[in-house]
């Protein structure tokens, strides 16, 4: 079982996950998940609408994302608003209490097309409430759509070695470094001739402004 | 039908096109696609694992995108060499002819959830393939990932205006107008304080230089 105390969905995750990483998510029916959970089935289903649904968060990613991309100053650039937001996911939602179970999630998730599929659905719904907070703030839509598509990028790079076992650091730090590495990387030249991705170097701000 | 002439796993998918358009994608079946196309059963399951897969192309796509990245000249930029790529996809594979396919395609799509899963998990194998590609041509791993991810958005900007029916330019330099636009949205300041996304406007190459 996991450390963190989970509510009822928490429990039905922790179940589901144990289960799935016993037998395989298709060996696994609902009523197994429940009953490991202490739950009825008609718990489950009011809580996810199907089976698939039960390792994904109900709206909290979205929301603390949207409110940090809100609250983040004024003056923020793009992209360290988005870096503000993923701070905000790090103190509240991926914790170092959560980062075990984290782990253990994605590797079922990456087991399994039909998991994969709707894992890759959530995310785009979630880079368009990005791309809507965003553009809220008052940027420009496409601007906000190439902040909102580059911090997809630096979320997943500071997950990958979040959920890393050998690594013990925040997610909130790892997130700024993973920023500061995608605007080295988008600066870089490669031919005499080319145009380069990101900022010239002397412009890459790692820092947040507020 | 689409006007254009396929063949067999080009006929069941203009079948279940029209099947999906007239009474809807979870009321079609295998069965009724491959009689619609005058064939059968076990001719569909030759072609495509499952229902969901009929309206997918089978690599095509992503053969196209490889291989033009892979010849693009050895000069070209980071987001040149997919611009070079998205215009060989516009030469071999969006093509008029394909057109009107392509957006009643994209809007049986965009109703349907378990379509909506497909496609979403297939962009994230496609933008894999990008990324090794551009990898191959000696760019650093999240130099690639930068061009790949805004690569997306370039092809997402243009695919959108590609297929609306009001719009007849062609995909390539519907692709090359998104990149120019998606490279200046990048270089817009926010603030005073505020890092860039992008390159300066001084800095912005919008044509190849191959």
């Not at 399994?112 to 709707?118: A, H, K, P, Q």
């Amino acid at each position: 079982m996991a450390r963190w105390q989970p509510d009822a969905p928490g429990r039905l995750a922790a179940a589901a996950l144990d289960l799935f990483e016993e037998r395989g998510y298709e060996n696994t029916t609902v009523i197994e998940i429940a009953e490991r959970a202490g739950l009825t089935k008609s718990t489950f289903f009011r809580y996810f609408p199907d089976k698939r649904e039960v390792l994904f968060d109900r709206g909290t990613v979205t929301g603390v994302l949207v409110e940090g991309i809100a609250s983040a100053p004024p003056t923020a650039g793009p992209l360290d608003v988005v870096a503000e937001a993923l701070d905000a996911l790090g103190r509240t939602f991926f914790t170092a209490e959560r980062r075990e179970y984290s782990g253990r999630r994605q590797a079922v998730l990456n087991a399994n097309t039909e998991l994969r599929e709707r894992e890759a659905l959530k995310r785009i719904d979630l880079t368009a409430s990005m791309i809507e907070a965003l553009n809220r703030r008052g940027l420009p839509l496409l601007t906000a759509r190439v902040a909102a598509q580059l911090g997809t990028l630096v979320w997943e790079i500071a997950y990958d070695r979040w959920i890393d076992t050998g690594n013990s650091e925040d997610f909130g730090p790892l997130a700024r470094q993973a920023l500061a590495e995608v605007r080295a990387a988008g600066a870089l030249r490669q031919g005499p001739s080319s145009g380069h991705i990101g900022p010239d170097d002397d412009s890459i701000q790692t820092d947040s402004p507020g």
